[in-house]
């Protein structure tokens, strides 16, 4: 039987090692063309180069004279930031309110509030388009950020208050009796108790930013406040002038941060997904 499920298990691990080789294969054929010159790119088949060069990065660094690629990188760091902090206050505030508080039409509100999981982004597109260009934030990092502070991130509220409702209301009457307040829960033991579920709120938040594309490009005109996602826009010539060696480069160069903090973390979003049940 031991030899049997030694077997099996190994079978398992040969299954999904091809699998996740496969699913990597992309990602590595983008390495190797980052470092091949230009002309062998498309050319060469295979993923070891023949020739290595780093000039693809020199070039892709500045992609445009008297600006780096370096200011892109800030700029969707910046962004990442503020909508992470965003996000962390603001939904964990609504959810502790839907999770723990009592207030009129509470159910409704809250079906209001998953509704808007189901509505697509290009629903509210002109809308607040509109708005943003009336308010003068166009060409502005505003439209990208502003909207956080107001728990516009439904599925982030949806997963803290799931986790919230797992937290023993003991703990909340304790507190009271001890004198504490909804604000001194709120501060001292949901939050401390919640760190899984806003560890993953946080990485979701700072990937989704960082990946963004479409919302930047609708907001976002002057150069100079392009990010990652954009700049990497610049190296396609609609005249058929395509720089791709240095585009390969900048786009290695754009994935790694958010692959860092995904191992970093990762046991913190398994852990945060997995404790978050349907409860009532």
């Not at 040969?14 to 498309?42: R, T």
Request: charged residues 10%.
């Amino acid at each position: 039987m031991n030899v049997k499920r030694r077997i099996q298990r190994a079978f398992v691990y040969l299954v999904v090692s091809f699998i996740g080789i496969l699913m990597l294969y992309p990602v590595l054929w983008l390495l190797s063309s980052s470092l091949k010159p230009e002309a062998l790119i498309f050319s060469q088949q295979g993923l070891w180069p023949k020739e290595f060069t780093l000039e693809n990065y020199a070039k892709g660094w500045y992609v445009i004279q008297d600006l780096s690629f370096g200011t892109f990188f800030k700029n969707s760091l910046f962004l990442s930031s503020i909508n992470v902090v965003a996000n962390l206050i603001s939904c964990s505030m609504v959810a502790y309110a839907f999770a723990r508080l009592q207030f009129p039409l509470k159910k409704l509100w809250f079906i209001c509030m998953l509704t808007t999981l189901m509505l697509p982004v290009h629903v509210t597109l002109v809308p607040q388009y509109a708005i943003f260009h009336y308010l003068d934030w166009i060409d502005t990092f505003l439209p990208l950020t502003v909207p956080k502070f107001f728990a516009t991130e439904a599925f982030f509220i949806f997963l803290m208050v799931q986790f919230i409702r797992g937290i023993p209301r003991d703990l909340d009457e304790s507190a009271i009796m001890d004198g504490c307040g909804i604000v001194r829960i709120y501060l001292r033991i949901i939050l401390p108790l919640a760190t899984p579920v806003l560890i993953t709120t946080a990485i979701f938040s700072f990937i989704w930013t960082w990946d963004d594309f479409f919302s930047q490009m609708l907001y976002l005109n002057t150069t100079s406040n392009y990010t990652v996602t954009l700049g990497l826009k610049l190296f396609l010539d609609s005249q058929g002038q395509s720089a791709w060696g240095p585009m390969f480069a900048m786009s290695i160069l754009s994935i790694l941060p958010i692959t860092i903090i995904f191992f970093i973390f990762q046991k913190y979003i398994v852990e945060g997904i997995a404790t978050t049940g349907i409860k009532g």
